[in-house]
């Protein structure tokens, strides 16, 4: 492709982040185009979501990167001050490593575990902020609400209806009107639990083992415990595992600020979370989503 075509190519972001996406008759939003496949589908419950709400998800994700970058920072200055004594020519090197803190604690599991929980415990005795707090407690019960519901109902298996029949599903899928969350698995502490756990579970050489050069099947075999543990992150199971998600989620921010910014006169904030059965029958390798619809 020469360079006149690759700029006339539009950039998939830059389509993305425009009106047509985000207005409210907009068939890339999930409950615009579910009643059309409703029958062919997982079952599928909508959990409307306050601008309260909304604003609460902002303002936590705003939060923990404030105080990841302070952390950052901190950290950084530590290193400056132990490399003072350093020769001048480890000084690039050193510049390096301060560039490699850019975005450590925010993709750090640990420290968005004691950031959850310190942030919730902060906002619920803080009355300046406190309303945030009961705000994304009122969501976390919808949410559970209807994943438990989702959850007694079907078996994880697409049937007539957009419902399912059995016993029961392991858990349900979230996603807003327009995308999922699924950017939040790839750093929470299960998600790495899990692919440790895979990795001490199997009997081939994997990438963390091996000290000759990495096979193609090798690298294929790690990326498919990576993928499968990313996937099986985004079952949730209640309330407080789909709400994480959303709080941890970049792209769950960028759509309810790109929601807030798309508003015309007359319109209220309008996004919704799609609670769906979860099918294990789709193999994690085709999506990381294992159900991203």
């Not at 008759?25 to 589908?41: A, F, G, P, Q």
């Not at 803190?101 to 906002?123: G, Q």
């Amino acid at each position: 492709m020469d360079k006149n075509n690759q700029q006339q190519c539009p950039q998939p972001s830059r389509e993305y982040f425009r009106r047509e996406h985000h207005n409210p008759s907009s068939y890339d939003r999930i409950e615009n185009w579910l009643l059309d496949v409703k029958e062919h589908t997982f079952k599928t419950t909508m959990v409307p979501m306050s601008k309260e709400q909304a604003n609460a998800i902002l303002k936590y994700r705003d939060e923990t990167k404030l105080r990841a970058a302070v952390r950052d920072q901190e950290r950084r200055g530590k290193e400056e001050k132990e490399a003072g004594a350093q020769v001048e020519q480890q000084h690039h090197h050193h510049h390096q490593q301060q560039q490699d803190f850019a975005e450590r604690s925010i993709n750090d599991p640990k420290f968005l575990d004691s950031m959850y929980e310190f942030i919730l415990k902060d906002w619920a005795r803080d009355k300046q902020v406190r309303a945030w707090y009961l705000s994304l407690k009122e969501l976390e019960k919808a949410l559970d609400r209807a994943i438990q519901s989702c959850r007694g109902s079907g078996s994880g298996t697409r049937g007539s209806g957009g419902g399912s029949s059995g016993s029961g599903s392991d858990g349900c899928f979230i996603k807003l009107s327009t995308r999922s969350p699924k950017d939040a698995s790839l750093n929470l502490t299960k998600t790495h639990e899990r692919i440790k756990a895979n990795l001490r579970a199997t009997s081939s050489m994997t990438l963390s083992t091996t000290t000759q050069q990495p096979s193609k099947e090798m690298v294929m075999e790690d990326l498919r415990f990576i993928n499968e543990a990313t996937s099986m992150s985004l079952c949730v199971k209640n309330g407080a595992e789909a709400l994480r998600l959303l709080l941890e989620s970049d792209r769950a921010h960028s759509d309810i600020t790109a929601n807030q910014l798309y508003l015309e006169k007359g319109e209220n904030f309008n996004l919704q979370i799609a609670v769906r059965d979860w099918c294990h029958d789709v193999d994690s390798d085709w999506e990381v989503g294992g159900n991203n619809q």
